[in-house]
Nanobody, 129 residues
Framework: QVQLVESGGGSVQAGGSLRLSCVAS????????MAWFRQAPGKEREGVAG????????YYADSVEGRFTISRDNAGNTVYLQMNSLKPEDTAMYYC??????????????????????WGQGTQVTVSS
């Protein structure tokens, strides 16, 4: 089992920055995929960014490309989401997700909710105009 705990959400004005953290416990190996999703009221949960902890290209939704950066710590147990130039439309509950192992086609399905088996409780991000 993998437990995920997010932190770092809050309220910020448009143009500001926040950094979210997700600490994974229960599986401390690099061989896992982790991602950030978000869900705004009345909308579907959508993939924001994904990364294979063992290394490789990170993936981003078009809506956040160039503004958000996903990264991990050296131990491979914490994933960050650096969010810059925040917009009101970024307002949502942000969730961390994880799945064990590596998939050769991760680049084509990283944004799908069904690609992940473990989820955190979420952290709220509110961006005011």
């Amino acid at each position: 089992q993998v437990q995920l705990v997010e932190s770092g959400g809050g309220s910020v004005q448009a143009g500001g920055s926040l950094r979210l953290s997700c600490v994974a416990s229960g599986y401390t190996y690099y061989n896992k995929r982790m991602a950030w999703f978000r869900q705004a009221p009345g909308k579907e949960r959508e993939g924001v960014a994904g990364i294979y902890i063992g290394g490789g290209t990170p993936y981003y939704a078009d809506s956040v490309e160039g503004r958000f950066t996903i990264s991990r710590d050296n131990a491979g147990n914490t994933v960050y989401l650096q969010m810059n130039s925040l917009k009101p439309e970024d307002t949502a509950m942000y969730y961390c997700a994880a799945a064990l192992g590596r998939r050769p086609n991760y680049g084509s399905d990283w944004y799908l909710k069904d690609s992940y088996d473990y989820w955190g409780q979420g952290t709220q991000v509110t961006v005011s105009s």
